[in-house]
C-alpha cells in the first residue's frame, strides 16, 4: 500500500479496542531501492519530544520526563498498524501489547 507518510505525521491513533494511544510524532524508515519502506512508527505523548531530542535544551526534559515515568513513547512495527483509511490510522493490537521505545 503507497501512503503519503507527510499526511500521517500528527494522525491521532486507537489500538484495536478504539484506547487513544498517541500520535504518530516519528517515522523510521529504511531505503529500498528507489522506495523508502516504513518499519515502525513512534506514537505517544512524548514522541514528539523523543524527535526534539536532538536540541541541546529538550534533553534535560527528555531525562526528567523519564525518572518520573512520565516519558511514554510506543514503538509500532509497520505490521500491527493498520492504514486502511490513512487519516484514521489505528492498530491491530490493542495498547497494553504494544513495546516502549528505548
Excluded at 26 to 51: H, P, Q, W
Excluded at 74 to 99: C, H, I, N, S, Y
Aim: aromatic share 4%.
Amino acid at each position: 500500500m503507497d501512503v503519503n507518510v507527510e499526511l500521517l505525521l500528527g494522525r491521532k491513533v486507537v489500538d484495536v479496542n478504539g484506547e487513544k494511544v498517541g500520535r504518530i510524532e516519528e517515522l523510521r524508515a529504511e531505503e529500498d531501492g528507489n522506495r523508502c519502506r516504513i518499519d515502525a512508527y513512534m506514537v505517544g505523548t512524548s514522541a514528539l519530544i523523543d524527535r526534539l531530542s536532538a536540541w541541546t535544551l529538550v534533553r534535560p526534559i527528555k531525562r526528567t520526563l523519564r525518572s518520573r515515568h512520565i516519558y511514554s513513547v510506543f514503538e509500532v512495527p509497520w505490521e500491527q498498524m493498520d492504514l486502511t483509511d490513512p487519516k484514521k490510522p489505528k492498530l491491530r493490537v490493542a495498547k497494553g501489547d504494544l513495546r516502549h521505545a528505548r
